[in-house]
Each structure stands twice: as C-alpha cells, then as structure tokens.
C-alpha cells in the first residue's frame, strides 16, 4: 500500500527542465509517454528487450497520429544497460512481465532514481517493492488511451487524467514528475492515497476487458446486450465486495454505473486485452480479474464470475495454435 502526506495540487516550479526519464517497455503507453516527453525537452530512453524492435524504433523514430495530431519523435531506444542515468523511471511493461523486467533493472538503476508505475491491475507496486527500496515506489493511474500500430507506431486514441503518489520524500520527487508530465500535455496531478485509484481502475477493468476478450466486443457494445450486462454487473459486484474488505474507498459512488459511462466514453474502443487476444499475446487477467479472485479467496469472498471470466480467458491465451475460429 502507497501512503504518504502532502497534497493533492498541480506543482509547478520545481526545476525538473532537465530530468532523465528510462521508459521500460515500447508498447503504446510506452511509446506514448516516450514521445511526448522528448518533445517537452526532457532526457528519455526507451528501453525494449527485443533487439530487433529496438533497432526499428532506433531507425525510424516513434510514429504518434491521433487526438494529439500526427508526428514523429526519435528517441533512443535501449536493450542492455542505459546510457542514462535516469532520475524517474516509468514502467509501461505488461503486468507479468514486471518482475522480470524489475530484476534486470535493479543493478543498473542508482538509489536516488523513483521507480514509477502506471501498469494495469494490482500487485505491479507490490512486485517493484520486493526489488527495490520501498520509499522509491511511485505508482499511479492514467486515462490516457494508446493503441499500437506496429514497433514504435501508437495511436493516441484518448486524452485523460494522470494522477501519481504518494507526496512524500524530501526530494519532492513527485512535484517534479507532476510537473514533467504536465509540460508534457499529461495533465497530472499528485495524490495522497495511491491504492484507492489503482482499485477503482481494477474495477473498471474487472467489468470490460474480460468480457471485450471473450466476445470480440468493443467497449461500446458491452452494456447494450443482456448477457454482457449481467455479467459485467456481477463481475463488478465482486470485485467491489473484495475492495471494501480491504477498506479501499472506490473514487465513484456508483461502480456499475461508472463502468457504463467508461464503455460510453470509449465506445469504439478495442480494451487491451482484446487487442492482446487478437495477436495472439499473453493477456494480464491474473492481474486484474485473477486478482479479484485471489483477493476474494484470502478473505472468505466468493467470486464465481470473475474465476469463470479467468479461466475463459486463460483458456483462450493457452489455445491460439489450436483455433478453429480466428
């Protein structure tokens, strides 16, 4: 759990013009940040584990189109130790691979540097403090929407509130990545009580992307037949029983209905883990409705809908090669 004692206001002035961020992970959040970061005038490497893509995005740069216009950024892409010393270090790995990814890090990040996640689901803080000291992990959620369109190529499908914490740290570490990001065009703000955001976008997750994954929906079409709606609201409902044992206060009053208005919102959206069954990828449900699961069994809680929506979709991941229907 991320708590810490300050305020939850735009910081400005805090010098940060010349800060070095290491972006881990060259998928649309990734890149994404990559991007705009750079243009802003900050230091950025992009750090990829894949040679090959590496090389590409080297080449080529990173290709942005969407809400934000149409450009392109070269920034440096990395895939052994960084030529950088960075003072941030922004996570955009999918979910299963932030062990990995934290593990490989470690010896070549200095203690001063702030390890930042913005990943999907719970448990990614939880695994970055196992690697690293505890008081440098920042975690924190994003509304900003990004699709990849091939190495180094996104779409910048949707603009929304970054929100990072917890404030605390005598280096006012967070005022500066705040104020970073907000020269970037995020528009960022510091929280105090970072658990709280990260189960209220869970629990939207927990309502679509499962159900985006298994039907082939988009996020739109989710609420407008029965049988999804049931669903979503009984997935939800779980999750929200898990979440009030943990004594989380969800950032909405209605959750259901918040998951709605998120379908409404991105209606012609594919949800990422649509997109990830569509490749043919591992998807991150063990970190998003398999934690509700988990979660629900370590506090009595039963949670049929969200093991049901695992286990389909787990099966789904496991059976690509075997397809009779693509």
């Not at 881990?24 to 584990?49: H, I, S, Y």
């Not at 910048?156 to 929100?163: D, I, K, R, W, Y």
């Not at 898990?242 to 991105?266: F, H, N």
Request: hydrophobic letters at 40%.
């Amino acid at each position: 759990m991320l708590k810490g004692r300050g305020t939850n206001n735009h910081v400005v002035n805090t010098g940060d013009k010349k800060m070095r961020f290491l972006i881990v992970g060259p998928g649309a959040m990734g890149c994404l940040f990559a991007a705009r970061l750079k243009m802003a005038g900050f230091e950025v490497v992009l750090q990829d584990k894949h040679e090959e893509r590496a090389l590409e995005i080297n080449k080529k740069g990173i290709r942005v189109e969407g809400v934000t216009g149409e450009y392109r950024v070269k920034v440096r892409t990395n895939t052994g130790k960084p030529p950088l010393v960075p003072d941030v270090v922004l996570i955009c790995v999918k979910s299963y691979d932030t062990l990995a990814a934290a593990q490989i890090l470690r010896p070549w990040i200095e203690p001063k540097a702030r390890i930042l996640t913005l990943q999907n689901g719970v448990g990614n803080i939880e695994i970055l403090q196992e690697i690293f000291d505890e008081q440098r992990i920042l975690g924190g959620v994003t509304a900003e929407g990004a699709t990849v369109l091939g190495p180094g190529s996104i779409r910048h499908a949707g603009q929304g509130e970054t929100m990072i914490g917890p404030v605390n740290g005598p280096d006012n570490a967070v005022a500066k990545i705040v104020n970073a990001f907000n020269k970037a065009g995020f528009v960022t703000k510091a929280i105090e009580d970072v658990e709280n955001l990260i189960w209220g976008k869970l629990i939207i997750n927990v309502g679509i992307n499962a159900l985006a994954a298994i039907t082939g929906l988009k996020n739109g079409l989710l609420p407008k037949f029965s049988g999804t709606r049931i669903i979503m609201e009984q997935a939800v409902n779980e999750a929200v029983s898990v979440a009030r044992t943990k004594g989380i206060t969800l950032p909405y009053s209605d959750p259901l209905g918040r998951v709605i208005e998120v379908c409404q919102a991105t209606s012609g959206n594919v949800a990422s883990m649509l997109q990830d069954v569509l490749n043919k990828k591992m998807t991150e449900i063990e970190f998003i409705n398999g934690a509700i699961v988990r979660e629900g069994k370590a506090r009595g809680i039963a949670t049929p809908v969200n093991s049901t929506l695992t286990h389909l979709v787990k099966t789904l991941q496991e059976t690509y090669a075997q397809r009779s229907i693509s």
